[in-house]
C-alpha cells in the first residue's frame, strides 16, 4: 500500500501508475524514469444500496375490488388475480380468462432501485461500481470500471473521466 493514497484506498477503486519524471532533475537519485502511481476511487453520496437490473419476463397479475352484496350487508373486498388462476373467496370461485396486454415497451428497459423507489435507467452504458451482493456493496467491496484517461503533469497527475454520476 502507498501511504500517500490512504484516503482513496477505504473506497472502491483503480490504482495505476504511468510513467514519469526521473533523475535528479526530477528530485529521484535513480536516473531512470519514474512511477506516478495515483487512484481513482468512489465516495458513496448516500448510504442506500442501488441496484441495476433488467427484468427477463413478468408475471402479470390484475388488482380489483369487488363487492358482494347478500341480502342487506354490502362487503367490499380487494383482490389480486393472476391470469388462469382460480381464486377462491366467500364460496365464490373467481378466474381471469384470456388477457391481451397493449405492447409496452417500457418493459424491456433497464430498471434502478434503491429497495423502496424504482426509475428507468436511461443510461446507454453499464454501472461503474458492481458489486457482487448487498452484503458486498454495504462493505464496498467491489469491482470498479471507468473511462477516465490519465496523463502526467510532472508530480501530478491529470484525468479526463466520462464517468456518469448517478443521483440527480
Not at 28 to 33: I, P
Not at 68 to 85: D, K, M, V
Request: proline share 6%; aromatic share 8%.
Amino acid at each position: 500500500m502507498i501511504p500517500e493514497l490512504d484516503e482513496g484506498n477505504k473506497y472502491p477503486g483503480l490504482t495505476r501508475c504511468v510513467e514519469s519524471c526521473g533523475g535528479p532533475g526530477c528530485g529521484c537519485f535513480y536516473f531512470s524514469s519514474g512511477c506516478l502511481f495515483y487512484r481513482i476511487f468512489h465516495v458513496p453520496t448516500d448510504e442506500k444500496i442501488y441496484e441495476v437490473f433488467k427484468c427477463r419476463q413478468w408475471e402479470r397479475t390484475f388488482r380489483l375490488e369487488m363487492t358482494t352484496i347478500s341480502g342487506r350487508r354490502t362487503a367490499t373486498h380487494e383482490l389480486t388475480l393472476r391470469p388462469t388462476i382460480p381464486l377462491q373467496i366467500h364460496g365464490m370461485i373467481i378466474t381471469l380468462g384470456a388477457v391481451t396486454m397493449p405492447p409496452t415497451p417500457d418493459l424491456h428497459f433497464t430498471f434502478i432501485s434503491d429497495g423502496s423507489s424504482l426509475a428507468i435507467w436511461r443510461h446507454d452504458v453499464a454501472s461503474n461500481l458492481i458489486c457482487d451482493s448487498e452484503e458486498a456493496a454495504r462493505s464496498l467491496n467491489c469491482s470498479v470500471r471507468t473511462s477516465c484517461v490519465c496523463d502526467p503533469a510532472e508530480s501530478k497527475i491529470s484525468c479526463i473521466c466520462d464517468d456518469i454520476g448517478y443521483i440527480r
